[in-house]
């Protein structure tokens, strides 16, 4: 079984869920999910999607519901190739490009998704230098690579693919015939020059009209909700569901949803609070957080009265902080809590 989350346009509060059989692709999924967050009276959804996602159905439905959507992909892909070459070398080094918050740069152009498409959409082209740095290095090991693998494999009888044949030209005795070798394999300098020219670069297209930086700060938003969902699995002990019955599981899933959005407003709430002080310490998780706050317990003494075992510590102090809450608020409610057992101790008696 599968399930999808949607959260809200900061990723700060889940809004929905639903669960649907594994055997469904997500590509089919999507227009199930857009039709349910209509049903919920949802306004301004939009959707940032995996290329995977993207097909011309998919680009319709979501154009005739009136949702806005948000793609990602490389530079090198076929699809926005010529648009990355035709503005290379206009943006790349010149400051009024540079996005500072992302120690990238970027330009945006207008150009149809696909050619038969009703509307202009918006290409956001990127170029990141230290990504160039180590693309081109991958692309460079990969080539390494083949070369040896075609050097270790000179006069063998052997099939080669198109990835082989794509970057080099290759050598066969007697090709097409019983007794065919391979010989060797000459580099294709320029199909894999064309390639290295191509590193650094990726393309994020939205629907709605917006600049370099907003698309690129949503598309981030993205890997923030990612990243919170693969926490939540952790978190939640949600990797393994170990239910025996379709109603376990659904009773389990609708739980973890409503912890999920405890869960989130914690996470902001503890992060709102580093952005303010200027700090990421490793106590403000939500994990580690609510480790530290367990510590803080009354215990029963000789007396019959509950205490705090000892003061609030520096790190929960600022922990409370991120809450709204102080020692005192501590205090306050170990009074009320021996209050209570007091209370009930002596209504037992």
């Known amino acids: 079984m599968n399930y999808s989350i949607a959260y809200d346009h900061n990723n700060s509060e889940p809004l929905y869920y639903e669960e649907y059989p594994g055997s469904i692709v997500d590509v089919s999924q999507l227009q199930q999910m857009l039709l349910k967050a209509k049903s919920y009276g949802y306004r301004q959804v939009g959707f940032i999607l995996d290329r995977g996602y993207f097909s011309k159905e998919n680009i319709h439905f979501m154009?005739?519901?009136?949702?806005?959507?948000?793609?990602?992909?490389?530079?090198?892909?076929?699809?926005?190739?010529?648009?990355?070459?035709?503005?290379?070398?206009?943006?790349?080094?010149?400051?009024?490009?540079?996005?500072?918050?992302?120690?990238?740069?970027?330009?945006?152009?207008?150009?149809?998704?696909?050619?038969?498409?009703?509307?202009?959409?918006?290409?956001?082209?990127?170029?990141?230098?230290?990504?160039?740095?180590?693309?081109?290095?991958?692309?460079?090991?990969?080539?390494?690579?083949?070369?040896?693998?075609?050097?270790?494999?000179?006069?063998?009888?052997?099939?080669?693919?198109?990835?082989?044949?794509?970057?080099?030209?290759?050598?066969?005795?007697?090709?097409?015939?019983?007794?065919?070798?391979?010989?060797?394999?000459?580099?294709?300098?320029?199909?894999?020059?064309?390639?290295?020219?191509?590193?650094?670069?990726?393309?994020?297209?939205?629907?709605?009209?917006?600049?370099?930086?907003?698309?690129?700060?949503?598309y981030k938003s993205r890997d923030a909700s990612e990243k919170l969902f693969r926490e939540d699995k952790s978190f939640l002990g949600n990797r393994t569901m170990r239910c025996h019955t379709n109603e376990a599981l659904h009773a389990k899933i609708f739980i973890e949803f409503v912890a999920l959005i405890i869960r989130n407003r914690i996470h902001f709430l503890l992060k709102e609070q580093m952005l303010k002080t200027h700090q990421k310490e490793n106590y403000m998780t939500v994990p580690a957080a609510i480790r530290e706050l367990e510590k803080i317990e009354i215990v029963r003494q000789t007396d019959g009265e509950y205490y705090r075992d000892y003061a609030v510590t520096a790190t929960q102090k600022s922990i409370l902080k991120a809450f709204g809450l102080s020692e005192i608020n501590v205090g306050k409610h170990a009074v009320d809590i021996n209050e209570d057992l007091k209370f009930c101790n002596a209504k037992e008696a």
């Open 63 to 218: 154009d005739k519901n009136g949702y806005e959507f948000i793609i990602m992909m490389k530079g090198m892909k076929s699809l926005v190739r010529d648009l990355v070459l035709s503005v290379k070398g206009s943006f790349e080094e010149k400051r009024e490009y540079s996005l500072r918050d992302y120690k990238v740069n970027g330009i945006t152009v207008k150009h149809q998704l696909y050619p038969s498409d009703e509307k202009e959409r918006y290409f956001h082209i990127y170029y990141n230098e230290r990504k160039q740095t180590s693309e081109r290095e991958n692309v460079e090991e990969k080539i390494d690579r083949m070369s040896l693998f075609l050097r270790d494999h000179q006069g063998m009888k052997m099939k080669l693919g198109n990835e082989f044949r794509k970057y080099f030209d290759l050598i066969f005795y007697h090709e097409g015939q019983d007794d065919e070798k391979f010989m060797y394999g000459r580099e294709r300098y320029k199909a894999i020059d064309d390639e290295i020219a191509l590193c650094g670069y990726f393309v994020i297209i939205t629907s709605e009209k917006m600049d370099a930086a907003d698309a690129l700060g949503l």
